[in-house]
């Protein structure tokens, strides 16, 4: 009955209710909205014109070469009229396959370290160190590769294995390379998303006789596992986009293998070395480039919409 009344006090003759909003208009928040919806449609202006400006002469390719035959032939001579686009995506899964390899173990084992063992002063140190790497210029890793890992991958190959001594320019220096470039991310958002679990989660473990490891890998792993995967598809974007690195280690000569010891192209290093602008716009050299890009923007949107449902398919969420 009183709650009747308060609710019905207005109808009542009584005074209304007092508004939760200021009565007085807030310019400064509203110029602020307005910033942040500018921001907002601007990134979408910008997605919207890098989509256009790679469709547009890419349709111009397309018009010249079938679509079947670019992505289902596995020539790619460009002078030669060949245009089978299969031996550089080979080239780039070649070089990103052998970088997972590397970087998903090291950075999933720092990020569980970091989360689960490191005291706070060790952590303090430890991460700011390891994300570090993250900041290093491209260029000089790939010369890191060039000077240092390669001659390095030479001596110690085991004899013939996988068909023999890798050449100076190989797949797999190129993905040694790339993984250690890519660990910062994987290991950094994987420990914030394990650092995000409850410890309600690790002190029911425990209380039921469970040892660290245990609770990090049955029980902390699992419900931190929608970060996890979102970091490692993370930086397979991140490594089928690199461009310096496999430009400058992994080698330019289009192979359809995937064998580490090889010379191989990857997509981008197609891209930096053709789109010099030594080339003539409207021929068929220059719009090689854009479907080239076409391609590796469709790969690109494809892993990262696959991590977004992945994402919120396994999403946990606590309260």
Do not use: H
């Not at 050449?167 to 797999?172: D, E």
């Amino acid at each position: 009955m009183e709650a009747r009344n308060i609710a019905t006090s207005g109808a009542a003759g009584l005074p209304p209710a007092r508004r939760l909003e200021a009565a007085s208009p807030r310019y400064g928040e509203r110029a602020i909205k307005s910033f942040l919806a500018l921001c907002a449609g601007l990134s979408v202006v910008t997605t919207t014109a890098i989509v256009v400006s790679l469709l547009v002469p890419a349709l111009g390719f397309f018009r010249e070469v079938p679509v079947g035959d670019f992505l289902l032939k596995t020539e790619w001579a460009p002078a030669q009229d060949l245009f089978g686009v299969l031996p550089l995506i080979a080239g780039t899964f070649n070089v990103v396959l052998w970088g997972m390899v590397f970087a998903i173990p090291i950075g999933i084992g720092a990020a569980i370290y970091l989360a689960e063992y490191a005291s706070p002063r060790v952590r303090k140190i430890v991460k700011p160190v390891l994300e570090v790497l993250a900041g290093i210029p491209t260029v000089a890793i790939g010369f890191f590769g060039v000077s240092l890992v390669t001659p390095l991958l030479q001596d110690v190959w085991p004899g013939e294995f996988l068909g023999g001594p890798p050449g100076f320019f190989n797949a797999l220096a190129a993905g040694l390379c790339i993984g250690l470039m890519i660990v910062p991310i994987i290991a950094s958002i994987s420990e914030d998303s394990m650092s995000s679990v409850p410890g309600g989660l690790r002190e029911g473990a425990y209380a039921l006789g469970a040892s660290k490891m245990r609770v990090a890998l049955r029980v902390v792993f699992p419900a931190a596992l929608s970060g996890i995967v979102a970091s490692i598809v993370l930086a397979i974007s991140r490594a089928v986009g690199e461009t310096m690195v496999v430009l400058l280690v992994a080698g330019n000569t289009p192979n359809l293998t995937f064998n580490p010891v090889e010379n191989v192209q990857a997509l981008t290093a197609f891209i930096g070395v053709t789109a010099t602008g030594d080339i003539a716009q409207n021929t068929i050299e220059y719009d090689t480039v854009f479907a080239v890009g076409t391609v590796l923007f469709v790969l690109t949107l494809i892993m990262n919409m696959t991590s977004i449902r992945f994402v919120r398919k396994y999403r946990q969420i606590y309260e």
